[in-house]
């Protein structure tokens, strides 16, 4: 299903993303949710695009997703944040209207998860998006971890989330201090960095 979209999409859209098979109004739930796969991305009850906002819009991944800098979640954007603009901005779209009602009556938009690692496993936003490299240069990217989000619909799971994959970017993390250069970074394999 995911490689016809993709062909189609290929003839059909001159998008620069349109490698990742979305076209605009795409946001059927073809998946289903596991730790370990890719591609996950549930019916939202809201259909809302990442590329229309990440990228048509310029709107940075942290305007919304605010509390990765600092916490260990990413954390979802309040439906106030949505409405900064869309009070005044496309109002009489059909999920606009619909987003004005649930916020005159100070109903919270319920996202479905897609990504949930299991409560056993240590993981924090915070250590990796602030991780920086001997020049202050952030060593990891949202991207890193998730994919070219700024070209998908609803965002899909892109990494499957084995231990294995944790695993091989520490161990990765470590290399420029075999070559005789300090690591700023540190990225641990012990057992107890990521297990309590
Ligand atoms: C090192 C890999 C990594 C990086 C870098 C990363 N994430 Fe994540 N992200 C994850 C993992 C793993 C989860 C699942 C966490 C869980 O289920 O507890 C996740 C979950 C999320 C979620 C779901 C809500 C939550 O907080 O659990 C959002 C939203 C998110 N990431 C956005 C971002 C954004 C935006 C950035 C860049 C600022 C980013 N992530 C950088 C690995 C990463
Ligand atoms: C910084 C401003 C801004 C924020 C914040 C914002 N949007 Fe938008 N949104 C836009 C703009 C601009 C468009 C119109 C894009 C177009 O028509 O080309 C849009 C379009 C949309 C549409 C499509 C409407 C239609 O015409 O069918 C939906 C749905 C939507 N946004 C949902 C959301 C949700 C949900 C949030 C919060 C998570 C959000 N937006 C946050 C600016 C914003
Ligand atoms: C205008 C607000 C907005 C912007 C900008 C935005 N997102 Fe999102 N993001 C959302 C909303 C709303 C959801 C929940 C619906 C969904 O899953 O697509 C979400 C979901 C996600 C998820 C999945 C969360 C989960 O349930 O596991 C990830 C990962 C994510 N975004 C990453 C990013 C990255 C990376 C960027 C920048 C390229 C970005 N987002 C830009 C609003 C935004
Ligand atoms: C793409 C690379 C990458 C991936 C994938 C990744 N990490 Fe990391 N991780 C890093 C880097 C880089 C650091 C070091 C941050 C620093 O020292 O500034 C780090 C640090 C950490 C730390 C903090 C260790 C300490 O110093 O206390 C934990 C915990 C952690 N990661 C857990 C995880 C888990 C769990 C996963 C998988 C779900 C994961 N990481 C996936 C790159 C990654
Ligand atoms: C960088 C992070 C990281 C490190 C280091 C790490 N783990 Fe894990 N581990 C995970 C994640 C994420 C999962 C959940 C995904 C999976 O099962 O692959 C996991 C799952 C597991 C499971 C499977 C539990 C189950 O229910 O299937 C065991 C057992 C485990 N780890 C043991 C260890 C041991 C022993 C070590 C040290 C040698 C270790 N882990 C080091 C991230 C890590």
């Given at each position: 299903m995911f490689l016809r979209i993709l062909v189609l999409s290929c003839f059909l859209s001159s998008s620069a993303y349109s490698w990742w098979g979305y076209?605009?109004?795409d946001s059927v739930d073809n998946s289903t949710q596991s730790l370990f796969g890719t591609g996950y991305h549930p019916k939202q009850p809201i259909d809302f695009n990442h590329r229309m906002h990440?990228?048509?819009r310029k709107i940075p991944c942290e305007y919304c997703h605010s509390a990765a800098?600092?916490?260990k979640t990413a954390g979802l954007p309040p439906l106030n944040?949505?409405?900064?603009?869309?009070?005044i901005v496309n109002t009489s779209a059909e999920p606009i209207k619909k987003m004005k009602e649930m916020f005159d009556n100070n109903e919270p938009i319920k996202w479905v998860k897609v990504h949930d690692l299991p409560d056993f496993v240590r993981f924090s936003h915070r250590v990796h998006v602030l991780a920086k490299d001997k020049?202050?240069?952030a060593v990891l990217e949202c991207q890193s971890c998730h994919g070219q989000v700024q070209g998908m619909f609803t965002a899909e799971q892109w990494a499957p989330l084995q231990m294995g994959w944790c695993v091989d970017c520490h161990n990765n993390v470590k290399e420029p201090a075999k070559e005789g250069?300090?690591?700023l970074t540190t990225a641990p394999v012990t057992c107890n960095t990521?297990?309590?």
């Open positions: 076209t605009p109004g990440a990228t048509d800098r600092r916490s944040t949505c409405m900064g603009c869309h009070k020049d202050g240069k250069k300090p690591a990521c297990h309590f």
